[in-house]
Every structure is written in C-alpha cells, then in structure tokens.
C-alpha cells in the first residue's frame, strides 16, 4: 500500500476541524481538492473515513482509528527524515570505538565528551580491547575507530598521534620506593616489572624493555594472561611488583586504589604515545566529525605537547583582560 504523508496530513486536518472549509483554509488549498485528496486516501484504504452529510462530518469507526495512529506515522516519518539528515552530516549515527584498557581511566572520557558535545546525536558504542587487536579489527571493519598505544602499522588502516605522555610507576605505598619522586629509571634494576604478555601489547612492552636495557639493566618481567587493569592494580597493591602504565591511568589508579601510589620515572622517560585508527576506506560522516572532535579535545588538552611546551605555550598565552 502505498500512503503518501501529504495524504494523512489532509486526513488530519479535516478530522481537526470536522468541517472541509476550515480544513482547507488551513491548508492553503481549494475546499475541492481538499475533497479529492481525501477521496483518494479512502479509496487507498479501502473503507470510509469520514460520513458527510449538508449540516455535519464525523468520524467513522475507521476515521476515529486512523486520528489516533496517523500523528505517530507522520511523527516516525519525520524523526526518520532528520536522522537522515544529521547522518548525512555527520551529525547522527553510531560509531564503534575500540580502545586499550588503560585509556578508559581519562583518555577515552575526555574523547567521548568532546563527541557528545560536538554531536549530541551520534552514539558511541566502545568495547575494551588490547592494543594488538585494534588495528585488525578496523581492517575488518568490526570497528570504526580505534584508541591504542603505539599500534602496529596496518595495510589499509590509517592512524596519527593523539596524545604523548610519559610513563609512571605504580606501586604499593610499602614498597621501598613509594617515598622516593622522582624515581630514576636505574632504581628498577632488581625490581620485578608487571606488565601486560607481549602479544597483547607489543609496542609499550618493547619500549619499556629497550629504556631499561639502555641503562644498562635487562629488566624482570612478570605476566599473566588476559589482565583487565583493575586486576594488575589490585596485584600491585598485594605484592612487590612494580607496574609502568601511562600517567594518566597511573595517577588516577592511584588517587582510586587505597594502598597504591603512583611515582614519576625519570633519567630517562619511558614515553607512551596513544594513537586513534580508523580505516582507509571509511567515507562515514559520523566517523569523521568524530575524528574532527577527538583532534580537537587532542588540541585543547596540549596532548601532543611535551610538559616543557606546555608551560612555554600557557606563559605565551594572553592574559585575561581586566
């Protein structure tokens, strides 16, 4: 059946008014072509809407149905219409966001702000995965963007820096160095590192194997499979280990976790750089306002600047006018 809006739409003023003149004056057409349409859409349904007589119309049975169902159809059409609309924008539609665990303690909460309040009417549905496994998971299109440390380079997916930080030590507030900001990196030599199995996170477990070894120390490692981050927390609050996550989950682990202490690594650094992925052949709108946010929460939060660049940047900025 074929039940043109334009059709309802003259349905319902006639079945506002009760009277074809008004109705048509409220429309801005003749009181005849009021009448055709309406001839026309009872013949569509097959059944009388309305019963005419020289001094009244009223409703039949059918008539009183279609005035209760006809605003929610017309209502569906255009709620339809304008998510069609805001997607073609890019201001609707879902994007499928898949990030590393450590980046949900303020990483992911400050990109999915900056999403909802960019486009309000865009969903995010985010799913917690290891690095390793993001980019191939965009390739295949079982994501849309990705949030990683240092992932692997991929054939078809893109990526650019978001965010630099260095990394921190997280450790019990018994452990012998709990007392002790900054710590050098050399006061890790005897100390048993925690971190997340290799195949899991390949890049931020080479790079914190490569800072060690340039000082001069290969480092002891310890992993267990499948570690959510609040698990390797709670371990370092029981043990001796000591764990190298980024800063911004450090410290915040820290602040959450009676027991536990977060600490700077210094001489050198270890640096932790978050990337976002997305596939090359995505032509979403939806996906690149989302990219278009995640840049500027990038920008507004001096992520890509190094804490140096930083205070020159906040010393170069204008002060308030008074």
Not at 5 to 33: K, M, N, T, W
Not at 165 to 187: G, M, N, Q, V
Not at 218 to 247: H, K, N, S, Y
Request: aromatic share 6%; glycine share 6%; charged share 25%.
């Amino acid at each position: 059946m074929d039940l043109e809006p334009r059709l309802l739409r003259c349905f319902l003023a006639v079945a506002d008014e009760l009277h074809f003149g008004r109705a048509a004056a409220r429309l801005y057409i003749s009181q005849p072509a009021l009448s055709n349409q309406i001839t026309k859409l009872e013949r569509t349904l097959g059944t009388d809407l309305f019963v005419r007589t020289s001094r009244q119309v009223e409703l039949t049975p059918a008539g009183r149905a279609l005035r209760e169902d006809a605003p929610l159809a017309l209502g569906a059409l255009n709620r339809a219409a304008e998510r069609a609309r805001l997607a073609g924008e890019g201001n609707a539609g879902t994007v499928r966001l898949g990030y590393a665990p450590v980046a949900g303690h303020e990483t992911l909460g400050a990109i999915l702000t900056a999403v909802e309040r960019d486009s309000p009417n865009v969903t995010v549905i985010a799913s917690q995965l290891y690095g390793a496994e993001i980019p191939g998971r965009v390739l295949t299109g079982d994501l849309d963007i990705g949030l990683a440390l240092f992932p692997e380079p991929l054939r078809g997916v893109q990526s650019e820096p978001l965010r630099r930080e260095p990394c921190a030590l997280l450790l019990s507030k018994h452990h012998r160095l709990a007392d002790i900001d900054p710590i050098p990196l050399t006061s890790l030599k005897n100390e048993t590192l925690l971190l997340f199995p290799r195949e899991l996170a390949p890049g931020c477990y080479d790079r914190v194997i490569t800072a060690c070894e340039q000082c001069g120390f290969q480092p002891r490692i310890r992993t267990f499979p499948d570690p959510p981050p609040q698990a390797m927390v709670a371990r370092l609050r029981a043990t001796r280990e000591v764990g190298l996550p980024p800063t911004s989950f450090a410290f915040r682990a820290a602040a959450a976790e009676p027991g536990i202490v977060a600490r700077k690594i210094v001489q050198p650094e270890i640096p932790a750089e978050w990337s976002i992925l997305w596939a090359a052949r995505a032509e979403s709108a939806a996906i690149a306002r989302f990219l278009q946010s995640a840049r500027r929460c990038s920008e507004e939060n001096g992520w890509l600047l190094f804490p140096d660049e930083m205070t020159s940047a906040e010393a170069d900025a204008p002060s308030p006018s008074r």
